[in-house]
C-alpha cells in the first residue's frame, strides 16, 4: 500500500459523510464536523442512502467531484460511529473506499479493517486478511481483533488456542483479551469460567477495566448469585472508584431487574442519573428500558421528555426505544402517538419502528392501525418486510383466519433470494397443527410450495404432510419420487407413512 500523508485532504466532502452516517445509526454528530458540511454536505446527500449497501464510495467520489475535501481523521469518525452502532457493512465500504484511495494506515487501522471483515464477510475471509498482513501490522491490536472475531462466532476452540499464542508471545499483559473471552463463556453458557478468568488475571497482577467488572456481575448473576455480583459491585467502589460509572450502575440495575428485585433496582436508576451527565444519550435509552422493565410507565415519560429538549434531533434510535419501552408497557395509545409523531417528522425512514409498531398494533387486534403503517412502509422503504408479513400471519393463525395467513406468506416468499429469510419455528409449527386438526391436505400442500421457496423442507415437514393426508383419506401420486427429489432420506418412519397412504 502507498503511503501518503494521513493529515492530508483527500477531497472536500468526507466530513459531511460523518454526519449522515450518524443520522442513519442514531449518533450524535461529532463535534468536530459540527464546524462544516451545511445543508448541501456529503452527509445530507448520504443520509438519504439508509441501509443500501454498495453506495457510499458513489455517493464519497460524486462530492469529490464537485471540489469538495475531507480528511481521514473525519473518515476515521465515522467508521468509529458506524462500528458502534452495528453498521459494520457501510463501515467496511468507508474502510476499503480509503484502501483504493492509498490512504495511510495506521497499525490500529488493520485491526479495525480486520474486525469488520470478520463481522461483514465471515471468519473465513478475516482470517485469509490477518495471513496476508505484513509482519510489522501482525501486532497485538491485529491478534486481538482476530481473537475478538472467534469470540463472538462463539468458536471455543480457536479463541483459546490464540489466545495461548498470544500469551506465548507477550501480548497478554492488558484485561482485554481476558475480556473477549470472558464474553464468549458468557455467550457459551459458561459463566464459571469468568470467575476463573478473573482470579487468573489476579495471579498475573492484571488490573480489570469497567467492562471486566460489568461481565463479572453478569455472571455472577447468571450463576443466581446476586450477592457475588454485589460483592464485585463493591470491590469497584472500594479498589476502583473512577472505574464506577452510569454504565456500573445500568449493570447493576439490569442484574435487579431480572432477579425481580424491584426496589434494589430503583435505586440502582437514580445513582444512574447522578451519574450519567446533562447530555448522555444512551443513558437517557438505558433508563428508559429499565423503567420500563420495572413497570414504571411514569418515569419512562418523564425519562422520555427530558431527552427531547436535550439534543437538536431525537434520532431514530431514541424513538426506537421508546416504542419499545411502551409497546412492553402495553401503552398502546401513547405508542401511537409517539410513532406518529415519528413518521411525520423523520427524515430517514427506519423499518425497525414499523415493525415495533405493527407488532403493538396486531398485539391489541388494531389491524387497521397495523394496515395503515404497512402500506406507509412500503411506499418509504425497500424493507425488509420479513417480520411484518410474519406478524400478520401470526395474527391470522391466531384468529382461524387460515387463507388470510397463507396470503402473508406467499407475499413473503415471493421473490425472496436464496437463504434471505426463513420463517420461525414457531410459525411453522402453527401452519402444521392447523393442517392436522383440520386434515387440510390443500392448504398443506400451499404451505409446502411456499417453504420449498425458502429452502425449509425437511423430513419432519414431510412426516406431517403424509400423517394429514392419511387423516384425511386422501392420497397423492408418485410421493417417494417427490421426496427424494427434495433430498430427504426416507426413513423407517417415512416408509411406513409412505405404505400407508398406498393403502388409502
Known amino acids: 500500500m502507498m503511503m501518503v500523508n494521513s493529515s492530508r485532504r483527500v477531497s472536500a466532502g468526507e466530513s459531511v459523510l460523518i454526519r449522515w452516517l450518524c443520522v442513519v445509526v442514531g449518533a450524535e454528530i461529532p463535534v468536530a464536523e459540527q464546524r462544516g458540511g451545511g445543508k448541501d454536505g456529503l452527509y445530507r446527500r448520504l443520509s438519504a442512502l439508509g441501509p443500501k449497501k454498495g453506495t457510499v464510495a458513489k455517493t464519497i467520489n460524486e462530492y469529490i467531484r464537485e471540489g469538495r475535501s475531507v480528511s481521514k481523521f473525519e473518515l476515521d469518525g465515522c467508521i468509529r460511529e458506524l462500528r458502534k452502532y452495528r453498521r459494520y457493512d457501510h463501515a467496511l465500504e468507508i474502510i476499503e473506499w480509503m484502501t483504493v484511495r492509498k490512504i495511510n494506515f495506521s497499525l490500529k487501522d488493520y485491526a479495525i479493517h480486520l474486525d469488520l471483515i470478520g463481522k461483514v464477510k465471515g471468519i473465513a475471509a478475516a482470517e485469509n486478511y490477518f495471513d496476508g498482513l505484513l509482519p510489522a501490522a501482525k501486532n497485538h491490536r491485529t491478534y486481538g481483533a482476530l481473537l475478538n472475531s472467534y469470540c463472538v462466532e462463539k468458536m471455543v476452540d480457536k479463541a483459546v488456542e490464540l489466545f495461548e499464542k498470544m500469551d506465548e508471545m507477550n501480548m497478554i499483559c492488558k484485561s482485554l483479551p481476558f475480556n473477549n473471552l470472558m464474553s464468549l463463556y458468557m455467550r457459551s453458557e459458561k459463566p464459571e469460567k469468568v470467575l476463573l478468568l478473573r482470579e487468573e488475571m489476579k495471579k498475573r497482577d492484571i488490573r480489570p477495566d469497567t467492562f471486566t467488572y460489568n461481565i463479572l456481575m ?287
Not at 387497521?368 to 402500506?375: F, K, M, N, T
Not at 425488509?384 to 391470522?396: A, C, D, G, N, R
Not at 410421493?479 to 427429489?485: D, K, L, Y
Open 218 to 504: 453478569h455472571s455472577y448473576s447468571r450463576l443466581s448469585d446476586i450477592e457475588g455480583a454485589e460483592r464485585v459491585f463493591e470491590e469497584i467502589k472500594g479498589e476502583n472508584a473512577k472505574l464506577c460509572n452510569w454504565t456500573t450502575y445500568s449493570n447493576l440495575a439490569v442484574l435487579y431487574v431480572r432477579a425481580g428485585l424491584h426496589e434494589k433496582a430503583e435505586l440502582a436508576l437514580k445513582k444512574l442519573e447522578e451519574e450519567m451527565g446533562p447530555r448522555n444519550r444512551e443513558a437517557c435509552h438505558f433508563l428508559i428500558s429499565l423503567y420500563a422493565g420495572i413497570s414504571d410507565l411514569g418515569n419512562v415519560y418523564r425519562v422520555w421528555n427530558s431527552l427531547k429538549p436535550r439534543f437538536e434531533v431525537v434520532t431514530n434510535l431514541s424513538y426506537l426505544i421508546m416504542l419499545q419501552a411502551l409497546s412492553n408497557l402495553n401503552d398502546v395509545d401513547g405508542l401511537k402517538k409517539i410513532y406518529e409523531e415519528w413518521e411525520s417528522t423523520c427524515s430517514s425512514y427506519d423499518i425497525r419502528l414499523a415493525n415495533t409498531a405493527i407488532g403493538a398494533y396486531l398485539t391489541h387486534d388494531m389491524t387497521d392501525e397495523a394496515e395503515s403503517v404497512l402500506r406507509t412502509a412500503i411506499d418509504r422503504s425497500d424493507g425488509p418486510f420479513f417480520k411484518i408479513y410474519e406478524m400478520f400471519t401470526h395474527f391470522f393463525l391466531k384468529n382461524h383466519q387460515i387463507e388470510e395467513a397463507l396470503r402473508c406468506m406467499e407475499v413473503a416468499t415471493s421473490g425472496i433470494e436464496k437463504n434471505e429469510w426463513r420463517p420461525k419455528s414457531d410459525t411453522v409449527n402453527k401452519f402444521i397443527d392447523y393442517f392436522k386438526e383440520a386434515c387440510d391436505v390443500d392448504g398443506f400442500e400451499k404451505f409446502y410450495i411456499y417453504m420449498k421457496k425458502v429452502n425449509c423442507i425437511n423430513h419432519r415437514l414431510y412426516c406431517y404432510l403424509l400423517e394429514t393426508y392419511i387423516a384425511a383419506g386422501k392420497t397423492t401420486p408418485n410421493i417417494r419420487a417427490r421426496i427424494e427429489e427434495d433430498g430427504i432420506e426416507i426413513s423407517s418412519l417415512l416408509e411406513n407413512l409412505i405404505t400407508l397412504l398406498s393403502r388409502e
